[in-house]
C-alpha cells in the first residue's frame, strides 16, 4: 500500500540528517494522499540510519493505524490534524533544530529581516500560544495541532508554510513530503539569520514591505519568474 509514498516519506525523514535538522530521533516527515485520505508517518524512535520504506506507518486522518507493524510517531496526531485543517498540504515536518527551537523556546516569530527570508515566507514566522495544563493533560499531540490551527485562523498556510510551537519546536508543511523538507531547511537558515542579525545590531530594521511583496511574488506568486519553466 503507497508503496511510491511510502518510499518518498522514508527518504525525506533520512535527509533530516543529511541537512542536519534532527539530533538523536527527534524529528519525523509525514506524506498525506489525499485521493485515499491516508498519511504514511515514520515509526516513532527509530534511528534515521535504519529507516526502510517498509518500516514507514500509514494511518487514517484520525491517526488509526491502517498498515505496518511499528507504532506511528508520537507527533501523529498533530500531522493528522494540520492534513484535516490546512487544505492543499501534502507533507508536514517536525523537527527540534536548533535555531528555530531557539525562537520557539523564547517564544518569539522570526521576523523578516531580509530576502532570503521573503523568498521562502511571506511574513514573520509565527509562533502559537502555549498550550494550557488541561490541554496537554487531555490530548497534548492533538491540542499541539490544535493551537496551530488557531494561530492560523488569519493567515494563509501556503503562504506561511511554517511555524514555532511556544515552548516546543518547528512544524513546516508543504505540497509534498519533500517540500515540507524542503522549507524546514529554509526555517532554519532564516532562524540563524536573524539570530545573528540582532547580535550585530539589536536594533536592526524589518525588511521593507515592497521588497518582501517582491521577492515572495517573483518565487510564489500567479506571475513567479523565478526558475524555469
Not at 111 to 140: I, K, N, Q, W
Not at 164 to 184: E, I
Amino acid at each position: 500500500m503507497l508503496e511510491e509514498l511510502r518510499a518518498q516519506v522514508c527518504q525525506a525523514n533520512r535527509d533530516l540528517v543529511a541537512h542536519g535538522l534532527v539530533t538523536l530521533t527527534w524529528g519525523n516527515v509525514s506524506g498525506f494522499d489525499r485521493a485515499q485520505g491516508l498519511v504514511v508517518i515514520k515509526p516513532s524512535g527509530v534511528p534515521y540510519e535504519k529507516l526502510e520504506p517498509g518500516h514507514m506507518v500509514v494511518v487514517d486522518l484520525e491517526g488509526k493505524r491502517v498498515e505496518g507493524d511499528l507504532n506511528p510517531s508520537s507527533d501523529t496526531a498533530t500531522h493528522v490534524l494540520l492534513y484535516r485543517c490546512f487544505t492543499g498540504i501534502g507533507g508536514v515536518t517536525h523537527t527540534h533544530s536548533r535555531y528555530a527551537t531557539m525562537y520557539a523556546q523564547a517564544r518569539r516569530e522570526i521576523p523578516c529581516l531580509g530576502t532570503t527570508h521573503a523568498d521562502h515566507f511571506f511574513g514573520p514566522v509565527p509562533v502559537t500560544r502555549p498550550l494550557s495544563a488541561e490541554e496537554v493533560a487531555a490530548d497534548y499531540e492533538g491540542n499541539t495541532g490544535r493551537v496551530i490551527v488557531e494561530r492560523f485562523a488569519n493567515l494563509n498556510p501556503l503562504a506561511m508554510p511554517a511555524v514555532l510551537v511556544a515552548g516546543h519546536a518547528p512544524f513546516t508543511w508543504g505540497t509534498t513530503a519533500r517540500g515540507s523538507l524542503h522549507n524546514s531547511v529554509a526555517l532554519e537558515a532564516v532562524a540563524e539569520m536573524a539570530l545573528g542579525t540582532f547580535q550585530i545590531d539589536r536594533d536592526a530594521p524589518l525588511l521593507e514591505s515592497y521588497v518582501l511583496d517582491k521577492h515572495y511574488q517573483r518565487k510564489h506568486g500567479p506571475a513567479a519568474y523565478y526558475g524555469q519553466k
